[in-house]
């Protein structure tokens, strides 16, 4: 079936320092994927998507590149922010499922000033 | 636009009881879902509705119920509260289940804690 890893937390940087946060998926066809942020005592917010192989999301500084031949979706930001601070989930659609969004477990980031 | 709204956000219940977590949308998105949030799990979908009428069971159905008798709502009710039930809920909702890049629009959450 579908899976998606994520790369354990949490991730403690200081501000101005690089973010990678590392995600790869399991799917059979060719799934959308998505980076999610949630914000203490917040619901999930869309951060960017890729829907197709070399395809690059991006949005507030965070990008991510669709990589077909290593399965993989890996979030990055150049320079940190305190404001940052949050959990960060990776989630895959696969068009041949009508249950939607497969999701990682979550990655917590927090950013020290 | 209020977008996804779930209520209540907090609730405290004894281990037996029923109760109802309410989720609304004012986008007239078709499909709709359930999920609940666990420490080191990500989020498991617990039922889905594709449409008014139609519910189908997700990854962790089991003690949970739900119906879609309005496009706008999609409740879910616990039978008999346990506290392996204990957990974050969250509602979503999206245009349709076939849309790409189509992304899914959550609420703030409901936390639900069974003693």
């Known amino acids: 079936g579908n899976s998606v890893t994520q790369m354990e937390g949490p991730v403690t940087l200081s501000e101005e320092a690089f973010l990678t946060i590392n995600c790869t998926y399991t799917a059979t066809g060719y799934p959308s994927l998505f980076w999610y942020v949630q914000y203490p005592g917040e619901g999930l917010q869309l951060l960017l998507k890729a829907t197709k192989a070399d395809d690059k999301g991006s949005n507030k500084g965070f990008e991510a590149t669709y990589r077909k031949e290593t399965t993989s979706f890996h979030l990055e930001k150049g320079s940190v922010q305190v404001s940052d601070s949050a959990v960060y989930f990776c989630a895959l659609k696969y068009m041949g499922s009508a249950r939607q969004l497969t999701f990682g477990s979550g990655t917590q980031l927090t950013v020290l000033p | 636009n209020a977008g996804v709204t779930q209520t209540p956000k907090f609730q405290v219940l004894k281990t037996g009881q029923s109760m109802t977590l309410q989720c609304a949308q004012d986008?007239?998105?078709?499909?709709m879902s359930w999920y609940r949030q666990d420490p080191g799990m990500g989020l498991r979908l617990i039922h889905y509705?594709?449409?008014?009428?139609?519910?189908d069971q997700g990854e962790v159905p089991n003690g949970y119920n739900v119906s879609r008798s309005t496009t706008e709502d999609f409740p879910l009710r616990l039978l008999s509260a346990a506290p392996s039930q204990t957990s974050v809920y969250f509602c979503?909702?999206?245009?349709?289940?076939?849309?790409?890049?189509?992304?899914?629009?959550f609420g703030d959450g409901t936390r639900l804690s069974i003693l």
């Open positions: 979503a909702s999206s245009y349709s289940q076939t849309g790409k890049g189509e992304p899914q629009h």
């Open positions: 509705s594709v449409g008014a009428g139609i519910t």
């Open positions: 986008m007239n998105h078709e499909y």
